[in-house]
């Protein structure tokens, strides 16, 4: 059986998430990358390689009857004994968008290109909406919303998300899932998501440029 070095205070137990991030970060890309589907074990496997260092007794698992969690900002999430009942059916759907978009579009139009990027933009809000409202983890909700939204970005060759959630941004964000909670508007979510992909989109151009006068 695994030991696991528990923690000794708060400092070492956000080392080791931050750790946990960062390899989860590079599982999810990895995934998104590759053609293995995405299914509700992969959403685990990620959720377990973040935390199983750092919190091991909720890594890789849904949230089960008693483990509640109080309400939202805009809304409050299901029950712990809910969370499987409302994941399959978040799964499901899932699947079945993913097969709708073309994975590399050729010889598309711009008019074309344009319907394929929003479709993809579309898929991403969803996903981070859905795992943010469901609440499905006892720890790392936010965490793995963002990075299911990569990872579908990732699948489709298009950059990650880079929205800072933090500092001046966090309100935009929170407003952005009430709005959707609320009056079910993805404009605003959609919108923080396309921009920081095209600011990604501008940043490399600028490398390449940088690196070609060199």
Not at 6 to 35: C, F
Not at 142 to 158: E, P, Q
Not at 163 to 187: R, S, T
Request: glycine share 6%.
């Amino acid at each position: 059986m695994a030991k696991f070095k528990l923690p000794l205070n708060r400092t070492e137990l956000e080392d080791m998430e931050a750790q946990g991030l960062w390899r989860g970060i590079a599982l999810s890309r990895k995934i998104g990358e590759s053609n293995e589907k995405i299914s509700l074990e992969v959403i685990l496997r990620i959720h377990k390689i973040i935390f199983e260092n750092a919190i091991p007794t909720v890594a890789g698992r849904f949230r089960v009857e008693g483990e509640d969690i109080k309400k939202l900002k805009c809304h409050e999430p299901v029950p712990g004994r809910l969370v499987k009942q409302k994941m399959y059916p978040f799964w499901a759907e899932l699947d079945s968008r993913l097969a709708k978009i073309p994975r590399y579009p050729k010889k598309q139009t711009i008019t074309q290109r344009r319907m394929w990027f929003s479709m993809v933009i579309d898929l991403a809000a969803w996903v981070q909406h859905q795992i943010s409202y469901i609440h499905p983890f006892c720890e790392g909700n936010g965490r793995m919303a963002r990075l299911m939204t990569n990872l579908i970005l990732s699948r489709f060759g298009v950059p990650p998300s880079r929205v800072k959630y933090e500092g001046e941004n966090k309100a935009d964000y929170l407003q952005a899932l009430c709005q959707i909670d609320l009056h079910g508007d993805y404009e605003p979510l959609k919108k923080l998501i396309a921009e920081s992909i095209f600011d990604a989109y501008r940043k490399e151009r600028e490398i390449r440029m940088r690196n070609r006068k060199k």
